[in-house]
């Protein structure tokens, strides 16, 4: 499934989602990333699952706007730096 993290206000729609079938918990999104807006945790949309996954840590997902804001819009989309960690091509950004 596609987990959402984040929110929508006037300006537009600001999530980072993680694909919870691609997502293999590796963690190498963690360190790569300036703001320390990932991390690997229990995958809660599936408590009966033994696996972990990567999900925007809560302290950002309210602002991920702005955590997010110095790769942004300097950086072409699929030049992130979380997205060109990702192996199996988990991450994606909405804006
Ligand atoms: S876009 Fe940059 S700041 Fe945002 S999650 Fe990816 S690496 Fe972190
Ligand atoms: S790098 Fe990709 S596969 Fe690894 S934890 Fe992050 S999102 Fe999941």
Known sequence: MIANFGYKDG???Y???IDTDKC???GDCVPVCPAGVLEVRDNEFDPLADDKM????E???KKIK???AQCKPE???KNL???MACPPDAIAHSW
């Open 59 to 61: 302290e950002h997902r």
């Open 54 to 57: 990567a999900a925007v840590k």
């Open 75 to 77: 950086m072409n989309m």
């Open 81 to 83: 730096p979380c997205i």
């Open 11 to 13: 300006s537009g729609d």
């Open 24 to 26: 293999n918990g590796c």
């Open 15 to 17: 999530f980072i989602s």
């Open 66 to 68: 702005y955590s997010c």
